[in-house]
Nanobody, 128 residues
Framework: QVQLVESGGGSVQAGGSLRLSCAAS????????MGWFRQAPGKEREFVAA????????DYADSAKGRFTISRTYAKNTVYLQMNTLKPEDTAVYYC?????????????????????WGQGTQVTVSS
């Protein structure tokens, strides 16, 4: 199974940028979709973005469109989330997640429970 480790969180002022990274423990022969979720205090974990195994298909929550960019290395085992124009409402713990898939060219799902593999999370704090 794939193990995930996030890095890159921190504190920024509104309008600033952060880049999150998520490294998978090993390369996998079987394709897996990778995604980012976040959880703010007192709220449920929510979908942010996902990227297909092929890295040719991406999916974003409305809150992330136009500001966040998800990408994946050629080796497939590291995913990034570039976050620009950050807002205080983006403050949350951000989690990297993965699910094995038979589809190399789609992300298939935004549902938290469909992702069995999770990183430990990294805190992002945006001050106004």
């Amino acid at each position: 199974q794939v193990q995930l480790v996030e890095s890159g969180g921190g504190s920024v002022q509104a309008g600033g940028s952060l880049r999150l990274s998520c490294a998978a423990s090993e390369r996998s022969v079987k394709p897996y979709t990778m995604g980012w979720f976040r959880q703010a205090p007192g709220k449920e974990r929510e979908f942010v973005a996902a990227i297909s195994w092929s890295a040719t298909f991406t999916d974003y929550a409305d809150s992330a469109k136009g500001r966040f960019t998800i990408s994946r290395t050629y080796a497939k085992n590291t995913v990034y989330l570039q976050m620009n124009t950050l807002k205080p409402e983006d403050t949350a713990v951000y989690y990297c997640a993965a699910h094995y898939t038979d589809s190399r060219y789609t992300t298939e799902t935004r549902v938290t429970d469909d992702y069995p593999y999770w990183g430990q999370g990294t805190q992002v704090t945006v001050s106004s």
